[in-house]
């Protein structure tokens, strides 16, 4: 089963503190700061995530984009994040997919939900994110750990008697 996260930008902005802190001093920062952590969580996961802001907010009317190998959409004029991503739910589900949308509109979970997607709060998302970070953390420390052991086990001193001769060639 695949599953398709579709996120309204501006709505987990506005609603989370790290990103709300950002938007305050760049705007453009903030968007991505999003799309870095939603790559992140895209990449741990396995979800395929989508991206979506309001065009008014920026230059870019009607475009979509990759970056850190994530959709990013702008909706066309006079189409809001809303609109486009319940087409977006109409559009991508099938029997073989989960759809989950992430926004704190109340009216917009109650649409989507009523699509057949599955709903998330900014605050459920963020939460999501933060363990998905820890996961990473983890998951980079125990690789590190890894590459240093060796078949035979070396007193601390050793390793680095044998770190410095491999630095001084």
């Known amino acids: 089963m695949e599953d398709i996260l579709l996120v309204d930008g501006y709505n987990m902005i506005g609603a989370w503190p790290e990103l709300r802190d950002l938007k305050d001093r760049d705007f453009g920062l903030a968007r991505d700061r999003l799309v870095e952590i939603m790559a992140e969580y895209q990449a741990y996961t396995g979800y395929k995530v989508k991206v979506v802001f309001d065009a008014h907010m920026v230059a870019g009317i009607g475009k979509k984009y990759h970056n850190h190998r994530i959709d990013v959409i702008y909706t066309r004029k ?25 926004t704190s509109d109340f009216m917009e979970q109650s649409l989507t939900f009523g699509s057949g997607a599955l709903r998330k709060s900014a605050r459920e998302l963020l939460s999501e994110t933060e363990l998905t970070e820890k996961g990473i953390d983890i998951e980079v420390e125990k690789t590190r750990k890894q590459q240093h052991s060796t078949k035979i086990p070396l007193t601390d001193e050793i390793a680095e008697i044998f770190e410095k001769w491999r630095r001084q060639r």
């Open 78 to 102: 006079n189409e809001t994040a809303d609109e486009r991503i319940e087409k977006l739910v109409h559009e991508l589900k099938r029997i073989d997919t989960r759809i989950h949308v992430a």
